[in-house]
């Protein structure tokens, strides 16, 4: 027990930066405790004051005094001949390179060396640093795969490449089994590699920039959808709800004018009814007199009372209903339930058109772009489909550019447009794309779907003749031509125009390529099949249109 407790102390005076004991130990502010010259050289390195151990930062760089009752401490413990144990954080667990010259139980590697083949710890490291017969060997980040930088067949280090084999190969290895071979040293091919992977690091950083950007303008379109669709989902509430508060106002007013004439109406049949009940009353009494009279025997005494009766009053007038039936309100009902009808109709009528605008908030979206480097966020790599062509097209430039052959028009394979010089796209087009079209004559640029016919009539086998494609022809100024209805655009002609299509939606969109992107034409349908852009050129004489390379 006093020997772990002894233990105990050496771990507790050690400094963590050396491992080692303390020497001139000194504190720092937040209490922890190194050699003097360990965490002064810490400082000078990191060009930072902070605690290794617990990370606080002190500024100014606090003032760093021996601590003289750790430092009698420290000495005490030497006298034991004891040295303080390394932290267990130093030593190989089972995921670690563990150091090859450590026994027992080894440390950590800090070093592997490429030449040796060995892996060290910081102690075991220190000849390679300090003898110059090390100076040439190459050290890197601790390794397990030392081995497998030794050839196979040889046991030599493998310090050589074969290009032709794509391997790493031994200096034997090159004049053996891969002589003849394109062979360079693993260096060589390290460097040539190593531009290789700095392209395509600064490709893939670019993309995450681009794709970071795009998130955001998403995000930022998220946002806006959100904003305009809990303003609308509030405006109609509130529309709904005054139409509500209307129809139930006049559902109200309605019950009161009804209740009101009813009033009326009970009102006066009570007072026709007791009239006609004050009427019966008399007539019983003198049906009574009358009937008393007629049983009197005596003669002179009949004629004398007959003159005394009560003459009968006028009779009450009772409204006939033998003319017209007593309906009384059912003709209410007839008028509101007229109502209800036509407002059922207008709402049958108009709620389609309702429907259709929340589908076409996407249609609106699309058309707040507004600058070039807007739409350029949805190009399209789009390239051109030979077997569409005609057989005097050639297509160049990665087939992104097709050019017509002087005097050269024949029928060719079904799949190709054979009676005019015309072309689609390879990829097709769904959601929202956007392309470039630049050309040095006349051009036709246009969508089509792709059961379009190729060797029909003549309307059914040219853009914009048909209800599959819509074209625009960019001729001595712009048409646009679709189901062969010719419209005439008005505008600067140019020789690039830009493309935008927003499928979902059903926009495209025609545009001088600017800054400002001046719109040629827009047009609102709806796209039944996915599209694929088309070229059309309109004299066989090298004409030619390219669709633009968008970065």
């Known amino acids: 027990m006093a020997q772990k407790g002894v233990q105990l102390d050496g771990e507790t005076f050690s400094c963590c930066i050396c491992l080692d004991l303390l020497k001139d130990p000194v504190t720092t502010p937040c209490g922890h405790s190194y050699c003097m010259n360990c965490i002064k050289r810490h400082w000078d390195k990191k060009k930072l004051h902070s605690c290794p151990q617990c990370r606080q930062t002190f500024t100014p760089k606090p003032v760093l005094l021996k601590n003289t009752m750790l430092a009698d401490l420290v000495e005490e413990l030497k006298k034991t001949g004891l040295q303080a144990a390394p932290a267990d954080h130093c030593y190989a667990g089972p995921e670690d390179v563990s150091c090859d010259v450590c026994t027992g139980r080894k440390l950590k590697a800090f070093k592997s060396c490429l030449v040796c083949l060995v892996s060290y710890c910081e102690k075991h490291l220190q000849p390679h640093f300090k003898s110059p017969a090390f100076e040439k060997h190459k050290l890197v980040d601790p390794s397990n795969k030392l081995q497998e930088n030794i050839c196979s067949h040889h046991g030599e280090v493998m310090k050589m490449f074969c290009r032709t084999d794509q391997q790493c190969i031994c200096y034997l290895c090159s004049v053996e089994e891969h002589k003849g071979h394109d062979t360079v040293s693993a260096a060589a091919e390290r460097t040539e590699r190593q531009r290789e992977l700095?392209?395509?690091?600064?490709?893939?950083?670019?993309?995450?920039?681009?794709?970071?950007?795009?998130?955001?303008?998403?995000?930022?379109?998220?946002?806006?959808?959100?904003?305009?669709?809990?303003?609308?989902?509030?405006?109609?509430?509130?529309?709904?709800?005054?139409?509500?508060?209307l129809m139930e106002k006049r559902s109200s007013d309605v019950k009161q004018q009804v209740r009101s004439q009813q009033r009326t109406e009970v009102s006066r049949v009570k007072e026709l009814q007791e009239k006609l009940e004050q009427e019966i009353t008399e007539l019983k009494r003198n049906d009574a007199e009358l009937k008393k009279l007629s049983h009197t025997e005596d003669h002179n005494q009949f004629l004398h009372n007959y003159p005394s009766l009560s003459p009968l009053s006028e009779s009450?007038?009772?409204?006939?209903?033998?003319?017209?039936?007593?309906?009384?309100?059912?003709?209410?009902?007839?008028?509101?339930?007229?109502?209800?009808?036509?407002?059922?109709?207008?709402?049958?009528?108009?709620?389609?058109?309702?429907?259709?605008?929340?589908?076409?908030?996407?249609?609106?979206?699309?058309?707040?772009?507004?600058?070039?480097?807007?739409?350029?966020?949805?190009?399209?790599?789009?390239?051109?489909?030979?077997?569409?062509?005609?057989?005097?097209?050639?297509?160049?430039?990665?087939?992104?550019?097709?050019?017509?052959?002087?005097?050269?028009f024949l029928l060719f394979k079904s799949s190709a447009f054979n009676h005019n010089y015309q072309i689609l796209s390879r990829e097709s087009l769904t959601g929202?794309?956007?392309?470039?079209?630049?050309?040095?004559?006349?051009?036709?640029?246009?969508?089509?779907?792709?059961?379009?016919?190729?060797?029909?009539?003549?309307?059914?086998?040219?853009?914009?003749?048909?209800?599959?494609?819509?074209?625009?022809?960019?001729?001595?100024?712009?048409?646009?031509?679709?189901?062969?209805?010719?419209?005439?655009?008005?505008?600067?002609?140019?020789?690039?125009?830009?493309?935008?299509?927003?499928?979902?939606?059903?926009?495209?969109?025609?545009?001088?390529?600017?800054?400002?992107?001046?719109?040629?034409?827009?047009?609102?349908?709806?796209?039944?099949?996915?599209?694929?852009?088309?070229?059309?050129?309109?004299?066989?004489?090298?004409?030619?249109?390219?669709?633009?390379?968008?970065?």
Not at 224 to 243: C, H, Q, Y
Not at 376 to 389: E, K, V
Not at 451 to 469: A, L, Q, V
């Open 198 to 245: 700095e392209v395509s690091r600064l490709n893939i950083q670019q993309r995450i920039q681009d794709r970071e950007k795009d998130v955001k303008l998403l995000q930022q379109e998220v946002e806006a959808v959100n904003r305009s669709a809990d303003k609308a989902v509030g405006d109609n509430r509130k529309i709904f709800t005054e139409l509500i508060r």
């Open 432 to 551: 929202r794309c956007y392309w470039e079209v630049e050309w040095d004559a006349l051009v036709t640029i246009a969508v089509a779907y792709k059961d379009m016919s190729r060797s029909g009539t003549y309307n059914e086998c040219t853009f914009g003749h048909n209800d599959k494609s819509w074209a625009l022809y960019c001729l001595a100024k712009y048409e646009f031509r679709h189901n062969d209805i010719n419209t005439a655009i008005s505008g600067k002609s140019s020789l690039k125009v830009g493309v935008f299509l927003d499928h979902k939606a059903g926009i495209l969109s025609f545009y001088n390529v600017d800054e400002t992107m001046t719109l040629l034409h827009r047009v609102q349908t709806t796209f039944t099949q996915p599209l694929y852009a088309g070229l059309a050129l309109h004299f066989s004489g090298g004409d030619n249109a390219t669709l633009c390379e968008l970065k």
């Open 316 to 408: 009450t007038e009772v409204p006939s209903t033998k003319l017209r039936p007593l309906t009384y309100f059912e003709d209410v009902t007839e008028v509101v339930s007229e109502v209800r009808d036509k407002l059922q109709d207008v709402l049958s009528e108009k709620w389609p058109k309702i429907l259709r605008t929340v589908t076409e908030v996407d249609a609106l979206l699309s058309q707040q772009l507004r600058t070039r480097e807007e739409f350029l966020q949805y190009a399209c790599p789009i390239t051109l489909d030979r077997n569409t062509s005609n057989p005097g097209m050639i297509l160049s430039e990665r087939n992104r550019k097709v050019t017509t052959i002087p005097n050269y």
